[in-house]
């Protein structure tokens, strides 16, 4: 069974801090993608990264995706009381019979103070 | 409007007694998976479909059963509730398997007492 650990679990800040989640793993993924999720809501996808080193960025979020492709780290830069909410990461399995597979850390549960 | 659609949204039950949370996408998607999340345990995986007639086993498939006869619906059966399937459950969709969005549905809140 494949694992992904994320870290922090929890992450309480105030608006205009930066901050960093992690998510790592001893097992190499095929993909690696990035949730949020609110309270009563299903999760929506922030992004999707594929390539070992690949790096995306969507406004204050920048994505890593390991060179190894086992651990993603999400950087938000001056965080804003929107940003609350549930993060979670989510690795796609490398292949073999168990291609549809996808495992999900446990989350880190961010709030941003105003 | 693309979405993933389940039923019911809470659902409170006894031990023992079998029950069936839907599931139906109008996207005409080929994957479809079920998640159960847990404080502190994140989303896991419990049973997903690459197409009509092919379902695999995710990381916690006791107690669980599913079918996919049409590709818009995946219901999640449980044959006989124990109180440690109380959970949220959350249906998703995608166009294909591996790397591509994934939309979930709005969760299904169930009590098994």
């Known amino acids: 069974t494949q694992l992904l650990k994320q870290s922090p679990q929890f992450l309480s800040i105030q608006e205009g801090e930066n901050l960093t989640v992690y998510c790592n793993s001893s097992?190499?993924?095929?993909?690696l993608q990035w949730y949020r999720q609110e309270p009563g809501e299903g999760p929506v996808l922030l992004v999707t990264?594929?390539?070992?080193?690949e790096v995306k960025k969507l406004k204050r979020l920048t994505f890593q995706f390991g060179d190894a492709r086992k651990d993603s780290s999400l950087h938000i830069t001056a965080a804003q009381t929107g940003d609350t909410g549930l993060y979670l990461c989510?690795?796609?399995?490398?292949?073999?019979?168990?291609?549809?597979?996808?495992?999900f850390g446990q989350g880190t549960i961010l709030t941003v103070h105003p | 409007e693309a979405q993933v659609t389940q039923n019911p949204r809470y659902l409170i039950t006894v031990t023992g007694k079998k029950l069936t949370v839907t599931c139906s996408q109008n996207?005409?998607?080929?994957?479809m998976s079920w998640y159960r999340q847990d404080p502190g345990l994140g989303l896991r995986q419990i049973y997903y479909?690459?197409?009509?007639?092919?379902?695999d086993k995710g990381d916690v498939p006791e107690g669980y059963k599913v079918s996919r006869k049409e590709k818009r619906n995946f219901p999640l059966i449980l044959e006989s509730p124990s109180p440690n399937q109380t959970s949220l459950y959350f249906c998703?969709?995608?166009?294909?398997?591996?790397?591509?969005?994934?939309?979930f549905g709005p969760g299904t809140r169930l009590l098994v007492l």
């Open positions: 998703a969709s995608s166009l294909i398997a591996g790397g591509e969005t994934q939309y």
């Open positions: 097992s190499v993924f095929s993909s």
């Open positions: 990264v594929v390539t070992g080193g």
């Open positions: 989510a690795g796609g399995d490398a292949g073999g019979t168990s291609y549809g597979k996808l495992t």
């Open positions: 996207m005409n998607h080929e994957y």
């Open positions: 479909s690459m197409n009509v007639e092919v379902t």
